[in-house]
């Protein structure tokens, strides 16, 4: 063994068996096995310093509290090391491909957030003086304008604070639009077979029913099915356009002329506006209403789940129709119209306590000024580029669900070509991860048995596609070679194998719980000084 | 581009992998109709430079709450947040990643959202929490949808202390599910009122306390109440840094608790994004909205965690879900689970009895300015008597004082027009006190 002049070894060692090796602690490395701060921390621990308060409050009788709440707390060391352990654990858009078809995982700009923190956004109460608060209303009304002017539609709704609350709002404005043309019996919502799940809740939530509409071979909305569902009984129908299988729906103008006909509104899923925007114009196909996933198109984080921010564009039809509170211009400067009366008799009312995600406004706005028209519309090409060549490469080895023409800005495979391995959709994820992928969206659209929806985003080089195809090339080769166990028992390299949800949902643990302590007397006492 | 990465030549060569003579192809079945050729008339893009320039200049034409005395709450709080907890939620492994379907590469968010889950059971003192809500107001909407749904009852009774932006929101809801909402005239200290307006169609009673005017509420006897005729009580808090002091939720007979959760961790961003809290005993948990994250394990057994229940969600059950949420705030969550391990349950505590201290000086140093104080029994927000409250905080604004929120900006049609809202936190001083005594009192002598 080569060694320095004091003993240390300086070569990589003998080595001995890697594989299967186990740690003693639990942990992987550098990869800590985390307790649950309820664990780690003490309910006489804290990370902050307070002044001492001059008053009690003896003034509030027994309403004050006297059992314990059941915290724990962790000094700043520790608090610091709990959450970056437990952030080790994650895939990050940050650290490689995120390729989640229907959710456009991009690139999130530093500036956004830095302009995001500007103390006249940040910490501008929601209800202080509109006069105070000029620069923000300034800040809606453009968002407003480049939301209005790229989707070529003459109102917004901002309030709503994610996509599905968008498609509530959208709604409920088309509920509100028939009970003022005494439509009020149009109680139908039709929805094609492969939209999100939102869209049929969204529908069910407000009271409408939901009737499927078929799809044809080549993945679009049956247009004569669609006419033979329309009638004087349908209040809309919600269209996700380009589709959740990754195309754009040709037909959609006449989609938009025959329902629009039967006097129903067409309410557009704006969730893949990633792939048309600076294209194409929602406004120029017909549609009434749709929802803008700014954390999707407009790049504000996800955030592991949230928030997102889902405003609504409405023709003229619609936009009378729109929630309180709304931006207007009157001739000294800019006014927040926040009680649905007089001039807004006819709004439907209120999606949300105040003005809707005007952190998210920030970003998005940040985001579309750095692209300007030319580059939002480079956006839609490149992320149209980067899913057909995904789909062009990746067909090699795996079957894509419409192989015929271009698809927009995900590629959609289904499982044919795993018959006969005894590997799964599912299987073939998880072993995407020990490649060090996230998965692509699976089994959704349902109308793709085993679907694999992959979106790859603009803001992927050609180098990361290209590992990324080779990756899963290999895994496919794999797979038909035989090499089940590679499959079938991933990850093997995760942070964790693979989760047994049955048993998280049948007997569910939603909380630690402590045992409830009596609230002693030295904690007592602690507590009340 | 520096947010694009492709380079005209990866470009050339792509195409030609795919097998297409230029981009058009690709967009081909896009009707020509509807294909824009030009470019739009939005400017064109720009550098980190130009860009920080127009936002810093707009931010610029705001007055940050932290900028001189500030005196409004109504549902949203200035509260110092540590340094930290920005510092950790700008991480990219929590920034820039997405809802945890995979949860073997999602361990880090779904372990906060097990943490934040057992936070808001504990401050509630209700058995169970979801992930969270979008905000206070869209959980209190839910929570009333799922009292019609767990009671199969149609009416619901908002006291008069509620939020109007919470009424409003509810009844907005509460209206497309052809649901009833009663709700009381506005009152400063009349919760309890709802209990005369209780009976055996009743599916919830919805109450606030601290309510919209400051009042803390003993809503035992409500609870008793609506329990007695089947009914459900909702309990809403906007000020979540309460329940470091008053009983919880739970223990004065709540079913579901819902809440706004900006407070803990979270700035005020003129209002959005927030992080709606919501609990509820473990018996109704299969009617609860949102996502829920359960404890598991993996296959060698070792513990993990996993969203769950999603059979109620509408991924899975579609129109027959129990909400069309699709998200919760998860960021916002972080923030709070972060800041609330750093406060511990002392921490919580002291930032309470702060909060309250602050608006016992604040109540008591108007009261000697002779300005009367409506709100009996406050928390850390009181209401007070101000002829023509509107324009008395213009008018303070010339003095660089924010004082408050009038009423009448909520609730213009409740005739309560001399109805001023002040709330105090640890951020308000001692000077911003005097300073706004001072004030009122000089407006009241003109």
């Known amino acids: 063994m080569t060694m320095n002049n004091v003993g240390r070894p300086t070569g990589p060692g003998a080595g001995g068996a890697t594989a299967g090796h186990a740690s003693l602690t639990g942990g992987r490395g550098l990869l800590q096995d985390e307790p649950l701060l309820f664990e780690l921390g003490g309910w006489d621990k804290t990370g902050v310093d307070f002044d001492s308060a001059e008053h009690d409050a003896s003034d509030l009788g027994d309403l004050v509290r006297t059992a314990a709440i059941g915290l724990a707390g ?22 490689a491909l995120y390729p989640l078809g229907s959710c456009t995982m991009k690139h999130n700009p530093r500036l956004n957030e830095k302009m995001a923190r500007l103390a006249g956004f940040a910490d501008l109460h929601p209800l202080a003086p509109v006069s105070t608060a000029q620069g923000a209303l300034e800040l809606i009304d453009r968002l407003a304008h480049w939301l209005k002017t790229l989707t070529g539609m003459p109102a917004v709704a901002m309030t709503p604070k994610a996509g599905a609350h968008g498609e509530l709002c959208g709604l409920l404005c088309i509920k509100a639009a028939h009970e003022a043309a005494g439509q009020g019996h149009r109680r139908t919502v039709l929805v094609p077979t492969s939209a999100h799940g939102t869209n049929p809740a969204t529908a069910a939530f407000v009271g409408y029913s939901v009737t499927e509409i078929a799809q044809t071979a080549d993945g679009r909305v049956d247009l004569a099915d669609l006419e033979a569902k329309l009638g004087d009984h349908v209040a809309a129908i919600m269209v996700t356009n380009p589709n959740t299988c990754g195309l754009f729906e040709r037909d959609v103008i006449e989609i938009a002329r025959i329902s629009h006909a039967h006097g129903a509104y067409f309410y557009c899923d704006g969730a893949n506006f990633n792939a048309i925007v600076g294209r194409v114009r929602p406004g120029d196909l017909g549609v009434d209403a749709m929802h803008i996933n700014l954390h999707k198109t407009f790049s504000t984080p996800h955030g592991g789940g949230g928030p997102g921010a889902g405003p609504v564009v409405l023709s003229e039809a619609l936009a009378k129709f729109a929630p309180a509170p709304w931006v207007v211009h009157d001739g000294t400067g800019l006014k927040l119209v926040e009680e649905a009366a007089g001039e807004a008799a006819q709004a439907f009312g209120r999606m949300c306590a105040f003005q809707g995600q005007m952190g998210m406004f920030v970003r ?31 067909s090699a080895e ?48 349902l109308v793709v048995h085993g679907a694999m929806l992959i979106e790859p985003t603009e803001t992927e080089p050609k180098r990361e596609l290209d590992r990324f195809c080779d990756a899963l090339l290999a895994l496919a080769r794999a797979a038909k070679a035989g090499d089940a166990a590679r499959f079938t028992g991933a990850p093997y390299l995760a942070p964790l194998r693979r989760l047994d949800e049955t048993l998280a949902a049948r007997k569910p643990k939603l909380t630690w719980r402590p045992d409830p302590p009596a609230l002693s007397e030295e904690r007592a006492q602690v507590l009340a000084s | ?89 700008q991480r990219s492994e929590f920034l820039t990643s997405y809802t945890p379907y995979q949860p073997e590469i999602a361990q880090g968010t779904l372990q906060v959202l097990f943490e934040f889950q057992s936070q808001v059971a504990a401050l509630t003192g209700l058995d169970v929490a979801n992930a969270s809500m979008y905000d206070g107001s869209t959980a209190c909407a839910e929570a009333v949808m799922m009292a019609k749904r767990v009671t199969r009852r149609e009416k619901a009774i908002l006291s008069g202390g509620v939020h109007p932006h919470y009424a409003a929101v509810t009844q907005t809801i509460a209206h497309a599910e052809g649901m009833e909402i009663v709700r009381q005239k506005a009152a400063i200290d009349a919760e309890a009122d709802v209990i005369a307006a209780i009976d055996s169609t009743v599916a919830c009673v919805v109450v606030q306390t601290p309510n919209v005017f400051g009042v803390v509420t003993d809503v035992t006897r409500i609870a008793e109440a609506a329990h007695a ?43 959005g994004p927030y992080v709606g809290l919501f609990a509820c005993r473990e018996k109704l948990v299969r009617q609860m909205p949102g996502r829920l994250c359960g404890e598991t394990v993996d296959a060698d057994g070792r513990r993990g965690y996993v969203l769950t229940l999603s059979t109620r969600e509408q991924h899975i059950r579609r129109e027959k879900a129990t909400s069309n949420i699709c998200t919760n705030s998860g960021l916002c969550a972080l923030a709070f689970t972060i800041h609330l391990s750093l406060l511990g349950e002392v921490g919580l505590r002291q930032l309470a009895a702060l909060n309250h201290s602050r608006a016992r000086d604040m109540a008591g140093a108007l009261k000697s300015a002779g300005v009367e104080v409506l709100t009996p029994r406050f928390f850390n927000e009181i209401a007070v008597r101000v002829p023509d409250a509107s324009a008395a905080v213009e008018a303070l604004l010339a003095d660089g004082i924010v004082a408050g929120v009038p009423y009448s900006r909520l609730d213009p049609h409740a005739g309560l027009d001399d109805v001023l809202l002040l709330a105090a936190t640890e951020t308000t001083t001692s000077e911003d006190i005097t300073a706004l005594a001072a004030a009122l009192k000089r407006r009241a002598g003109r």
């Open chain 1, 74 to 95: 962790l000094s700043e060391p520790e608090t610091m090391r709990h959450y970056v352990r437990l952030s080790q654990k994650n895939h990050a858009i940050d650290l």
């Open chain 1, 364 to 394: 998005a706005y940040a985001y579309m000024r750095s692209h300007g028209a030319d580059g939002l519309r480079q956006v839609a090409e490149d992320a149209v580029l980067n899913a057909n060549y995904i789909k062009a490469r990746l």
């Open chain 1, 398 to 445: 795996m079957t894509p669900a419409f192989p015929d023409g271009p698809c927009m800005h995900e590629a959609l495979f289904d499982d044919s070509w795993l018959e006969g391995t005894g590997i799964t959709t599912l299987d073939f994820a998880k072993a995407m991860i020990d490649e060090g992928f996230h998965p692509m969206t699976m089994y959704f659209p």
């Open chain 2, 1 to 89: 581009m520096r947010y694009l990465p492709l380079t005209p030549d990866d470009r050339a060569q792509m195409l030609s992998v795919i097998g297409a003579p230029d981009i058009e192809a690709l967009f081909a079945d896009v009707p020509s109709a509807a294909r824009v050729t030009e470019l739009f008339n939005l400017p064109l893009h720009a550098g980190e430079l130009e860009v920080e320039r127009e936002l810093v200049s707009l931010a610029a034409r705001n007055r940050p709450a932290g900028a001189g005395p500030f005196f409004c709450g109504a549902g949203a709080y200035r509260h110092h947040v540590p340094a930290s907890v920005d510092h950790i939620i």
């Open chain 2, 229 to 271: 005729a089947g009914a459900l009580l909702i309990v809403v808090t906007t000020e979540a840094v309460s329940f470091g002091l008053l009983k919880s939720p739970s223990e004065r007979g709540a079913d579901i608790a819902v809440a706004e959760g900006q407070s803990i961790g979270n700035a005020l961003n003129y209002g």
